[in-house]
């Protein structure tokens, strides 16, 4: 699990973007990969990721999950 609220923050507004356009979600994806310096992402559909360096993945469950 990822720790860092910046870019989790980073990553749930890459998906909730994701949703608003895509109202008829024919796929979910699985996470966002997202540079850790720019915070720019994109969604991951593929059970494996590949990523570049400097990326980390962020899981659906992280993005949805509620912050306290």
Known sequence: MFS???IIQAA????RTYRYIN????????GVAIDK????G???????PILLPGEC???LNEIEA???
């Open 4 to 6: 860092d609220p910046t």
């Open 12 to 15: 749930r507004r890459i998906y």
């Open 23 to 30: 109202t008829k979600r024919t796929k979910q994806p699985l």
């Open 37 to 40: 310096d720019s915070l720019r």
């Open 42 to 48: 994109h969604l991951i559909f593929r059970e494996r």
């Open 57 to 59: 993945f962020i899981r």
């Open 66 to 68: 509620e912050v306290y």
